[in-house]
């Protein structure tokens, strides 16, 4: 099946620098990834979508500027936290869209197992 | 997207049958049931959707009622590695798949 990777799965950084998520898909393309955070005990929360060869699509009240998304190649989307705070701390999980297959049309989103971020 | 409703949590005996509920009363007639599921510290998983019939796959089966105003996701034979968080979630196509994730419903599988 279709599988999504992310890359660091935990990374812990001092307050002030900036830091890389990778997400892939690893046996298909995938022109459309979607970013989430996730904050302990709380649902997952869209960051924004992010679109092969163009600017990513930014959720109300997330700082673009803050989240630098990059979607580079078909397999390919990188979120940065830049200038990251403590707040920042939280666990980030990407999406892909794979074809479900089903006559109805209908779509599934794979999802990677997610990157916590620790900011100290 | 309508909003959907699910109990905030419930437990289930290992072995037994799992009948996870959601409610979606404004669900219009081109939007889709989804269901997914996120076990602890890990990504969503997919599990199954429908837009009026039941559907069954390898995982769980969904049942959607006659107005669409409702469903069940059933967890046949409930093991304790099902103990996750199971989300309800309902979309048009049109909505450029992505998901919005409400609470959930945190399932506990009991010994």
């Known amino acids: 099946g279709a599988v999504v990777s992310q890359h660091p799965s935990r990374v812990i950084c001092k307050s002030g620098t900036s830091v890389k998520i990778e997400c892939r898909s690893l046996?298909?393309?995938?022109?459309?990834m979607f970013w989430y955070r996730q904050f302990p005990k709380k649902s997952l929360m869209l960051m924004a979508t992010s679109n092969e060869g163009s600017k990513a699509t930014y959720e109300q009240g997330v700082e673009k500027d803050k989240f630098l998304i990059n979607h580079a190649s078909l397999t390919l989307s990188t979120l940065t936290v830049t200038s990251a705070h403590p707040e920042d701390s939280s666990f980030y999980i990407c999406?892909?869209?794979?074809?479900?297959?089903?006559?109805?049309?209908?779509?599934?989103?794979?999802f990677g197992a997610g990157s916590r971020l620790t900011v100290l | 997207d309508a909003k959907t409703t699910q109990p905030p949590s419930m437990d289930c005996a290992e072995g037994r049958a799992a009948n996870l509920p959601c409610n979606h009363s404004?669900?219009?007639?081109?939007?889709?049931v989804y269901w997914y599921r996120q076990i602890h510290s890990q990504g969503p998983q997919y599990i199954i959707h429908g837009l009026k019939n039941n559907e069954t796959n390898e995982m769980a089966s969904l049942i959607i009622t006659e107005d669409r105003k409702s469903s069940t996701l059933i967890l046949p034979h409930a093991t304790l590695r099902d103990t996750a968080v199971y989300y309800c979630i309902v979309r048009v196509k049109a909505a450029g798949n992505k998901l919005t994730f409400g609470g959930g419903t945190r399932v506990l599988v009991k010994p």
């Open positions: 046996d298909f393309q995938a022109t459309t």
């Open positions: 999406s892909a869209r794979v074809n479900s297959g089903k006559s109805s049309g209908a779509n599934v989103l794979t």
């Open positions: 404004t669900i219009s007639g081109n939007e889709y």
